[in-house]
């Protein structure tokens, strides 16, 4: 039996007698708890930022081809659909540009393939259709744009591609003429992608995504970049052949 002058040290099955004191956490354990926490929080928020840019900006991606109000010097396509060379061509068969470049054609791609397939305008493509074939990504688009423009000294120029790549293609451009007024974009829309119903298809999502990323990146990359034609980014992008093919001189092969 327990006297009141023994110590409180013996343990009883199932309890304590004396109460123990209870290991607390060192400061660097505190400190790295808090600094988790706060990386959590931190992640938490620039995952919330990011979607809500994401949703963004397939908000803005065109619905709705529109007619141009605007009549400009040059049209330019950018190859990756069909319907982006054909709307190319009737916008020029209009009247709303003087000459038309496609930019980024495959290598096994010929004039005569590209008039076969639009017969009603094979004289406008003798005449006015310019072929460019060392574009291998968005951004060498833009710089074959630019000099294709600076060329025939063209001061307007309307972009011909699908909607969900055109945010990334003006930035492209916009980076590389320096001004975006001289640019008037003519989305291409296609029943292939729906912007509305994007999340029903997996395809479609993952289009949409990646180009929400690209776009990021561009926009990244072109805030600190001072000139598209000496860009280290291109050349790890390019595909096939590297980018310095697209950034080549004028004088060695002229405009095509």
Request: glycine share 8%; hydrophobic share 40%.
């Amino acid at each position: 039996m327990l006297r009141a002058s023994d110590p409180l040290t013996t343990d009883v099955v199932g309890w304590a007698w004396h109460q123990r004191d209870c290991p607390r956490p060192s400061p660097p354990r505190k400190r790295r708890r808090v600094a988790l926490g706060i990386c959590g929080l931190g992640a938490g928020l620039a995952t919330l930022t990011l979607f809500a840019g994401f949703l963004i900006f397939v908000g803005t991606l065109a619905r709705h081809e529109r007619t141009p109000t605007d009549r400009v010097d040059g049209i330019v396509a950018l190859t990756g659909g069909a319907q982006r060379v054909g709307d190319a061509i009737d916008l020029l068969a209009n009247g709303y540009g003087r000459r038309l470049l496609i930019t980024g054609v495959n290598e096994r791609t010929s004039r005569d393939e590209i008039a076969r397939l639009n017969p009603s305008q094979r004289a406008l493509i003798a005449c006015c259709v310019d072929l460019d074939y060392r574009a291998r990504n968005t951004i060498g688009n833009a710089i074959e744009t630019r000099r294709w423009m600076r060329a025939h000294r063209f001061n307007t120029v309307a972009v011909v591609t699908s909607n969900y790549h055109m945010p990334r293609t003006l930035i492209e451009l916009d980076h590389a003429l320096l001004d975006s007024d001289r640019i008037l974009p003519h989305p291409v829309v296609t029943e292939a992608f729906d912007a509305d119903r994007w999340w029903q298809s997996p395809p479609a999502a993952k289009l949409v995504a990646s180009e929400y990323v690209k776009f990021l990146a561009s926009w990244v990359r072109t805030r600190f970049e001072a000139d598209p034609e000496r860009s280290r980014a291109a050349i790890l992008i390019g595909r096939g052949k590297p980018v310095k093919m697209v950034a080549e001189p004028l004088a060695m092969r002229g405009v095509d």
